[in-house]
């Protein structure tokens, strides 16, 4: 392969996308992670250019008119975007690139980048779901609620995708996810 994969993550608020995106990364050192931008505001623990660029909606705006982003969207009344010039530089050195985002934008990357990897996380189930969005204590019961409601549609989503994995256990579901790259590694359709 010259290039490296393009691997989108992403799924419903909560699944967990971030708790497996963060093993992958352990398990797999040379993976590059995608830093976002986004409007939203910084929660406690995260840090500046390592979990987002956080930029301010007249910034974001800006980078757009630009061209400066892969893809973004509009989630949950935030706007989230995936910097360009950083994944085809690292794609073009033959690097695997893992993004983490939402399902809208994973469309785009899809339409930008048909070699693309797409995987879809989703929930054992409803209420485990809505049992990992309320125990991870960082969103109020509000936007907990905005988010669970999106999830009716954002189903929807799954047909658009290359893989499903079910996030029972993270172990499990990173294995799964594990299997997937090397399987696209030795893709002959990628030779
Ligand atoms: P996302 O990035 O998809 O919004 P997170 O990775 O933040 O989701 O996970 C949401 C919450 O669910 C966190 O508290 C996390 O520790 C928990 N969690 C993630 N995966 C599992 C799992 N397989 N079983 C139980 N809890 C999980
Ligand atoms: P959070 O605010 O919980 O960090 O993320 C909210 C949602 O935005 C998640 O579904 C996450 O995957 C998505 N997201 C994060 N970065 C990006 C991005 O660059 N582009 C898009 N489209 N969604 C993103």
């Not at 093993?23 to 976002?36: D, G, I, N, Q």
């Not at 980078?63 to 994944?87: D, H, M, Q, S």
């Not at 048909?114 to 969103?139: H, M, N, Q, W, Y």
């Amino acid at each position: 392969m010259d290039k490296g994969l393009l691997v989108v993550v992403s799924g419903p608020s909560g699944v967990g996308k971030g708790t497996i995106c963060n093993a992958l990364r352990e398990k797999y050192p040379e993976l590059v992670y995608s830093v976002s931008a986004t409007t939203r505001p910084m929660r406690e623990g995260e840090v500046e250019g390592v979990n987002y660029f956080f930029l301010s909606k007249e910034d974001f705006l800006a980078k757009i008119e630009a061209g400066a982003f892969l893809e973004w969207a509009e989630v949950y009344g935030n706007f989230y975007g995936t910097p360009k010039w950083i994944i085809d530089a690292q794609l073009a050195a033959g690097n695997h690139v893992l993004l983490e985002i939402d399902m809208q934008g994973a469309v785009q990357v899809k339409k930008a980048y048909p070699e693309s990897v797409l995987v879809f996380i989703l929930p054992p189930s409803e209420e485990e779901l809505a049992k990992r969005l309320s125990g991870r204590g960082t969103d109020s019961a509000d936007v907990i609620a905005k988010r669970l409601a999106c999830w009716q549609q954002e189903k929807e989503m799954l047909k658009h995708y290359d893989y499903a994995v079910v996030n029972d256990t993270v172990s499990q579901a990173v294995e799964r996810v594990s299997h997937i790259i090397t399987a696209e590694e030795c893709s002959v359709e990628r030779m």
